[in-house]
């Protein structure tokens, strides 16, 4: 229970930490704000209808935002297993009392 309760704050403070990173960075998308810094760049709608290539540069930062977010999102699933895990562990405590070392 302690593995996973020291996982759980390391994925939670780490996903607060780059949360608020991929918040400052700007690729220089006009849609981007502080509150989409969880989406990836190709879901921005364009407001023109015709195609216009994108310069190499802001493609490249933009990948590199999209590959943080993913791991964004990874971080947020491991949250998630972790957190049932935490829960199950809490769970088989409270209804077996006896002392006994993890396996």
């Given at each position: 229970?302690?593995?996973?309760?020291?996982?759980?704050?390391?994925?939670?403070?780490?996903?607060?930490?780059?949360?608020?990173?991929?918040?400052?960075?700007?690729?220089?998308?006009?849609?981007?704000?502080?509150?989409?810094?969880?989406?990836?760049?190709?879901?921005?709608?364009?407001?023109?209808?015709?195609?216009?290539?994108?310069?190499?540069?802001?493609?490249?930062?933009?990948?590199?935002?999209?590959?943080?977010?993913?791991?964004?999102?990874?971080?947020?699933?491991?949250?998630?297993l972790l957190l049932?895990?935490?829960?199950?562990?809490l769970l088989d405590?409270?209804?077996?009392p006896e002392f006994?070392?993890?396996?």
């Amino acid at each position: 229970m302690f593995t996973i309760s020291s996982l759980l704050i390391l994925f939670i403070l780490t996903f607060k930490f780059l949360s608020s990173y991929i918040k400052t960075i700007r690729t220089g998308d006009p849609n981007e704000t502080d509150l989409t810094y969880w989406m990836f760049s190709y879901d921005f709608k364009s407001k023109s209808k015709e195609w216009v290539p994108e310069d190499k540069q802001l493609l490249q930062k933009k990948r590199a935002r999209n590959f943080l977010v993913f791991i964004l999102y990874l971080i947020a699933f491991g949250i998630f297993l972790l957190l049932n895990s935490f829960t199950a562990h809490l769970l088989d405590v409270i209804v077996n009392p006896e002392f006994s070392y993890p396996v």
